[in-house]
């Protein structure tokens, strides 16, 4: 599998991708379905959009928000507070990752999902 910046030729497929999360209701805070225009510019309007490839097939698409995004980290970092799972969140200039304890990983999987949110 390689994951490399899409191009035009992605959009259908990614499109697809993204309206499948939005439909299932687990994007924050997307709630519009894409269609082709609105799914180029939303795509292109991002700082990075990326796609996960093997074989010619489209499995995944990795996307990196403007700062116009806020308060997920307070979010889900919340969440997992109200579980007692502790976390390490690291915050950089264009994306933030929250670590967990090994033993604690499973748990919080569960809890993330079962409050809606699809951790890939």
Do not use: C
């Amino acid at each position: 599998m390689i994951i490399r910046k899409y191009a035009e030729r992605d959009l259908p497929e990614i499109i697809r991708i993204w309206n499948e999360v939005v439909e299932e209701g687990i994007a924050f805070p997307q709630e519009e379905l894409l269609n082709l225009k609105s799914g180029a510019e939303f795509f292109a309007a991002q700082s990075y959009t990326a796609v996960a490839e093997e074989d010619g097939k489209i499995y995944g698409l990795y996307i990196l928000h403007h700062f116009s995004l806020i308060g997920i980290l307070s979010k889900l970092s919340g969440i997992l507070a109200e579980h007692k799972i502790g976390i390490f969140a690291v915050s950089t200039y264009n994306t933030d990752y929250i670590l967990v304890k090994e033993e604690n990983f499973e748990r919080a999987l569960s809890v993330l999902n079962s409050e809606g949110y699809l951790v890939v």
